[in-house]
């Protein structure tokens, strides 16, 4: 009997040695990715604990500005004097003041007006053309029939731009 000849196997390649780049290059690639994987983890650690570092301060911030209610002690004597004399200074009629103060000649300018409410006293100071202007608007203040007496003119001060002056008067209101 013959024996049977066997495969031909010289279509088949030789096998090669695998190339020292390829391995450099995937060696280098699997380097970077545990690299990046480390990196990554140790951020992600670090953010978690800056959540947690974040929400134990919003706590104890909110535990120390929850404020429990204060008992307000019942007010005394000068307390509720004090409360009503508030009150009287809210009721006053200081539209009508106002509005009596306000110069009717639009020449003459307030600058300022000064309401002391304890004691009605007003120091208006304003500016004039002239000095003419000035002193009719003072007696214009007493005139009007307002809520405004014992006008007296404290200054008149001459300047380039016009008459400067001070007025103080007593509030009837």
Do not use: C
Request: charged residues 20%; hydrophobic residues 45%.
């Amino acid at each position: 009997m013959s024996l049977m000849p066997g495969p031909n196997l010289r279509w088949l390649r030789h096998r090669r040695a695998v190339d020292p780049r390829a391995i450099g290059a995937a060696a280098l690639a699997l380097l970077v990715a545990v690299t990046e994987i480390h990196w990554k983890s140790a951020v992600d650690a670090d953010l978690a604990r800056r959540r947690n570092q974040l929400q134990r301060v919003e706590a104890l911030s909110a535990a120390a500005h929850a404020q429990l209610p204060v008992q307000q002690p019942a007010l005394g004597h000068d307390g509720a004097r004090q409360l009503s004399e508030q009150f009287a200074l809210l009721n006053k009629d200081w539209p009508r003041l106002l509005n009596a103060v306000v110069p009717s000649r639009h020449e003459v300018k307030l600058l300022s007006v000064d309401i002391n409410p304890d004691t009605a006293v007003i120091r208006v100071t304003g500016r004039a053309p002239s000095l003419l202007l000035a002193n009719d608007y003072a007696q214009w203040l007493e005139t009007t029939g307002s809520p405004i007496g014992d006008v007296r003119v404290i200054v008149f001060e001459r300047r380039p731009d016009g008459i400067y002056f001070e007025i103080g008067a007593k509030w009837n209101g």
